[in-house]
């Protein structure tokens, strides 16, 4: 006899009141399943501050869920028994607890959703994997929209998401006039005394012993634990989200590009991780900056900016994700083979641009949009490292980081490696760029105004070496014409001086020399 009617698995990434595999869960019959487990916090190393985070937040979300009446059968880590897998801990629970069907919403993972086909075999019972509905676009509505299309530009699908959802429109036009106002948001930032500061969350008891489990179980993971001050339930995350749009927003717009040392948050939301753990949902976010710009709290340039990081970006890498894995991931359009170097797990390099964003990720978990775009990722791009290092250190070393937004976003936008799919050109750029936008320059090593030689900003020569020696994939882009004109215009003893010290600079990483 069946001990329950249905067993619903949830994953650490599925915390939602509202996530489809409760829909018409009944707490009198059906039981629902969280586990941590080994196997999902080491398929890449994650960072101690990820793994301690979900895994509290699982425990505080199966709290909320058992106050509600439910049911819920919660393997910890260091529980004996625990089989490591989530097909393990499923398989464990069906046999004691004999359900008719066990359902589940799909996951934010390909090798998931693989492994997840398979259980029908492995249980005795039926398997029903439900859509994710807390995205805007299903895949279907994604696959129509991508179908028949020579590129995927975002900003078409951003104003379908608009029309879609009726954020920030009047009637069938976007408000303001315009449907972008990114020209707006390219400043770079000064040090601001009066910027509010962040509320860190103070870990209670569950937090803490979580805290000391993941330094007992993972302490050869990168990270460190001093600092965790993450939400871990539904009710801080949304204190968060109201404190960013009352105390940041209005100024997203205009530092949304700058990076300054000593800040790594600026005015960003922070809000991430809790989105994609499902703790706040993306919509009501969107709706509540909206808000701020029709009271007159935050103007179009930085609302309409953050909306469309969520409606528009963060809708559209997850709906490429699923068109195109699971080829996706072995992208490697510039055939790029290099290691990525030991600095990318300490920040010791004398690289300040580097050092700093590595450094403050290995404090925090995370890094800012154009920090993890135009300093590491620029660097992994013009220096040749190879994909997939790259992606599963990103992977492993940010808070938010699932497959789904953390690929597209690395493969795509950030290495070009899918050789154009989501982006219209490499997001490649000298030390002038890092320099303008951020205030790292000036307490490095190397000297950004100097191009080749001794003590010359690496990522000048990197740069040119890099549309040379990809000439024949980019020399043909359109919008890469002025650069490549500029290269032809030099003289060929210039060309080879950017040559040569690229080749030296890379050498000197290759021999694992600090650079
Ligand atoms: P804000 O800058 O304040 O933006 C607001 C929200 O918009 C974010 O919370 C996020 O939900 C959404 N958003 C913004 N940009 C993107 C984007 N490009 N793709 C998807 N959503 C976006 N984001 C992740 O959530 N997980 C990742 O693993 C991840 N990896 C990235 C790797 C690279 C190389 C790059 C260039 C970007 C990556 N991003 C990733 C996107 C973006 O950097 C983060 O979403 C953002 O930095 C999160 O911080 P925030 O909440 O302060 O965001
Ligand atoms: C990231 C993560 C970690 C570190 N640990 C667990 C876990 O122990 N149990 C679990 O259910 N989920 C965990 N997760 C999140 C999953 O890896 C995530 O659900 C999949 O990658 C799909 O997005
Ligand atoms: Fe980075 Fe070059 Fe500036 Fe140094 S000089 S911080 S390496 S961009």
């Keep these: 006899m069946p001990t329950c009617r249905h067993l619903i698995l949830l994953l650490g990434d599925q915390l939602s ?31 101690k501050l990820k793994i301690a985070f979900i895994f509290s937040a699982m425990r505080h979300f199966a709290e909320e869920l058992r106050e509600q009446g439910f049911t ?15 097909r393990g801990e499923l398989r464990r629970a069906a046999e004691a607890l004999r359900p008719e069907a066990v359902i589940v919403t799909e996951p934010g993972e390909w090798r998931v959703l693989d492994d997840m086909k398979g259980w029908r075999q492995l249980l005795a019972c039926p398997v029903e994997i439900r859509p994710d509905t807390r995205f805007l676009c299903s895949h279907r509505e994604f696959r129509a929209w991508a179908e028949g299309r020579r590129d995927l530009t975002m900003e078409f699908f951003y104003r379908e998401m608009r029309r879609k959802t009726g954020l920030l429109m009047e009637g069938d036009q976007p408000m303001g006039g315009r449907w972008n106002f990114d020209t707006e948001n390219r400043k770079p930032a000064a040090p601001d005394l009066l910027r509010p500061k ?20 993972f302490s050869d993971h ?37 990076m300054l040392s000593g800040d790594p948050f600026l005015n960003h939301a922070l809000l991430s991780f809790y989105i994609n753990i499902g703790f706040l949902d993306p919509l009501a976010v969107c709706r509540a900056a909206e808000r701020a710009y029709l009271e007159g709290e ?47 797990w300490t920040g010791e390099t004398d690289m300040a641009c580097l050092s700093t964003v590595i450094g403050e990720t290995i404090d925090h978990a995370y890094a800012h949009h154009i920090q993890r775009l135009m300093v590491t990722g620029n660097f992994a791009l013009i220096a040749g490292l190879h994909p997939h290092q790259v992606h599963e250190w990103y992977l492993e070393v940010y808070a938010d980081a699932y497959e789904w937004v953390e690929l597209p976003n690395v493969i795509g936008m950030s290495l070009f490696a899918d050789g154009g799919l989501l982006g219209t050109k490499p997001y490649a750029a000298s030390g002038n760029y890092i320099s303008k936008m951020s205030d790292y320059c000036s307490g490095c090593r190397y ?16 740069y040119w070496d890099f549309l040379d020696r990809n000439g024949d994939k980019l020399s ?40």
Excluded at 18 to 43: F, H, K, Q
Excluded at 447 to 462: H, I, M, Q, R, S
Excluded at 491 to 507: H, I, M, N, V
Aim: charged residues 30%; neutral net charge.
């Design 298 to 344: 935050a103007p179009i340039n930085a609302v309409e900016g953050f909306i469309r990081q969520i409606i528009g970006w963060r809708e559209y890498v997850r709906g490429v994700y699923w068109l195109k894995m699971p080829d996706y991931v072995a992208s490697n359009f510039f055939d790029a083979h290099r290691p990525l170097p030991d600095f990318f």
């Design 476 to 515: 043909g882009n359109r919008r890469l014409a002025q650069p490549y004109a500029t290269w032809r215009r030099m003289s060929e003893a210039q060309r080879q001086d950017y040559r040569a010290t690229a080749a030296r600079f890379l050498e000197k990483l290759d021999a694992g020399e600090r650079v």
């Design 447 to 462: 000297d950004v105004k100097k191009k080749t030689g001794e003590g010359a900003c690496p990522f000048n020569a990197l």
């Design 198 to 217: 962040r509320k860190n969350v103070t870990p209670d008891a569950i937090t803490r012993e979580v805290l000391a489990l993941v330094e007992d179980r």
């Design 17 to 47: 009141p509202t996530l489809s595999s409760l829909s018409g869960a009944d707490p009198a019959r059906d039981v629902i399943l969280m586990a941590e487990v080994m196997a999902e916090a080491t398929y890449v190393r994650h960072h």
């Design 72 to 86: 819920v059968r919660y393997t910890r880590l260091d529980e004996a028994g625990n089989t490591g897998s989530l």
């Design 222 to 258: 990168i990270g460190r634990l001093d600092r965790f001050g993450f939400a871990v339930t539904r009710r801080q995350a949304e204190e968060l989200q109201d404190a960013f749009i009352a105390n940041h927003l209005a100024q997203f717009g205009e530092t949304q590009d700058a």
